[in-house]
C-alpha cells in the first residue's frame, strides 16, 4: 500500500535511487534497480585467489506505486499497478508495523494485517477474472473438441477458481506433477507468485519485532510463506555509514548481527529459488546464479551457450575443500576434486570448471 515505506527500502538495497515522500502515489512509474547478492563465500574466494575482478550475483528489485482497494476496478493506479507486477518472479510485500503520527495512512489507521487482506483481495480478484477468461476460452476444446491438454488446464483453471472463490491465493493450489507447474507459470497469475513478508518496523523493534509483527505471524501462519522484520528508515541511515566497522558497530546497538538489507536480498534470491555456484581463480571470482536442480550443463550454458551445447563433463570442487586446501592442485593432489557428468545436481556454493567441445 502507498505510505509504508517500500521506496525508502528500495533506495537501501539498490542501485536505483526512488523518490519517497509523505503523500499516496508518490512512486508512479516503476523503479528498477540492480543489486548484488551479498555473499560471504565470494569475498573469502577473493582473499584466497586474489584475482584481477571479483562479481558478484545479482538480483533486479522494482519499486512500484502503492496498491489501494478497488485496484482491481481501476481505483488508484488500478490496472497499471497489477500489471507491473504480472512481469515479476517474486513479490516483496512491504507491510508498515510502525507507529507514526507524521506518515499519514490512507485508510486512516496502522492494521498491517487489514493492509495485507485488502492487497490480496485486490490480486485474487485480478486472478478470477484471468481464471474465468481462460475458462471460456477452453472449455468449449475440452468439451467438445477432445483436446487432452485442454482438458488438463480446465481441471486447473477450475481448481483455482474454486481457491479465488474462497478468498484464497493461488499459491495455496497443491500442483500435481511437473506438467501442471508448467501450465501454472504459463498462467501469469498474480496470486501465485512466492511472497516475502516485509514487517516494516521502527528501530526500537528492528531486533524483536513488535505486536504489527505478531499480528501478521499468525495471519499467515497457513500460507507458508516467509516473513523479514526490517526498518527501513534506519536501514537508510546505516546505508549512509561508509565505514564498515562503524556500520556493525551501528548494527550491534541494534542488537542485529548483519543488516536487514542484507537479509532482505539473500531472502529475495531464495525466495525465486535461486543458488549459486562459483568460477575461482587468479582472473577472476565469480557467482553464478543457476535454479535449484538444475544439472550441470544447465549451469555451463549459464557461462556460455556453447559450455552447455558441447558439455563433456564438470570439475567440482566444494567450497568448504577449496577453503581448507587453498588451492586447486592441492585439492586434486587430496583426492578432493569430483569429475561430474550430465546428470550431477548442482549444490549451492559448488566451485566448477567445465569442459566442453564445439
Not at 477458481?161 to 501454472?184: D, F, H, I, P, Y
Not at 510463506?225 to 526490517?230: N, P, R, T
Request: charge should be negative; hydrophobic fraction near 40%.
Amino acid at each position: 500500500m502507498p505510505n509504508v515505506g517500500k521506496s525508502t527500502l528500495f533506495n537501501c538495497i539498490s542501485s536505483g535511487k526512488a523518490q519517497s515522500a509523505n503523500f499516496p502515489f508518490c512512486t508512479i512509474d516503476p523503479n528498477v534497480g540492480s543489486t548484488n547478492v551479498p555473499d560471504k563465500r565470494l569475498e573469502v574466494l577473493s582473499e584466497i585467489c586474489q584475482p584481477k575482478r571479483t562479481i558478484p550475483a545479482t538480483v533486479e528489485i522494482v519499486d512500484i506505486a502503492g496498491l489501494v482497494k478497488g485496484a482491481s476496478k481501476g481505483e488508484g493506479l488500478g490496472n497499471q499497478f497489477l500489471a507491473n507486477i504480472r512481469e515479476t518472479d517474486a513479490i516483496l510485500h512491504v507491510l508498515r508495523c510502525f507507529d507514526d503520527s507524521n506518515i499519514v495512512h490512507v485508510d486512516g489507521s496502522v492494521d498491517p494485517v487489514r493492509d495485507k487482506e485488502v492487497v490480496d483481495t485486490e490480486l485474487q480478484i485480478k486472478d478470477l477474472e484471468t481464471v474465468e477468461n481462460r475458462i471460456k476460452k477452453v472449455e468449449k476444446q475440452a468439451t467438445t473438441g477432445g483436446d487432452k491438454e485442454a482438458k488438463k488446464l480446465l481441471q486447473l483453471l477450475l481448481r483455482y477458481r474454486e481457491a479465488l472463490l474462497k478468498g484464497l491465493s493461488c499459491r495455496t493450489v497443491a500442483l500435481e506433477n511437473a506438467e501442471e507447474e508448467q501450465m501454472a507459470k504459463d498462467l501469469y497469475l498474480l496470486t501465485n507468485k512466492p511472497v516475502l513478508y516485509v514487517c516494516n518496523v521502527d528501530e526500537a523493534s528492528a531486533a524483536t519485532g513488535n505486536a504489527y509483527v505478531d499480528a501478521v505471524r499468525a495471519a499467515v501462519a497457513s500460507e507458508n510463506a516467509e516473513i523479514l522484520v526490517i526498518a527501513a528508515r534506519t536501514e537508510a541511515e546505516i546505508a549512509e555509514i561508509e565505514e564498515y566497522e562503524d556500520r556493525q558497530m551501528f548494527l550491534e546497538e541494534m542488537g542485529l548481527e548483519e543488516s536487514g538489507v542484507v537479509r532482505l536480498i539473500q531472502g529475495a534470491y531464495k525466495l525465486l529459488g535461486l543458488r549459486t555456484f562459483f568460477t575461482a581463480g587468479a582472473d577472476e571470482c565469480r557467482a553464478w546464479t543457476i535454479i535449484a536442480g538444475d544439472k550441470a550443463p544447465r549451469a555451463a550454458g549459464v557461462i556460455h551457450t556453447d559450455f552447455e551445447r558441447g558439455f563433456i563433463r564438470a570439475e567440482v570442487i566444494k567450497y568448504e575443500d577449496f577453503v581448507h586446501y587453498r588451492t586447486e592442485a592441492a585439492v586434486r593432489a587430496a583426492g578432493k576434486m569430483g569429475i561430474e557428468g550430465k546428470d550431477y545436481v548442482v549444490q549451492d556454493g559448488d566451485i566448477m570448471h567445465f569442459l566442453f567441445n564445439v
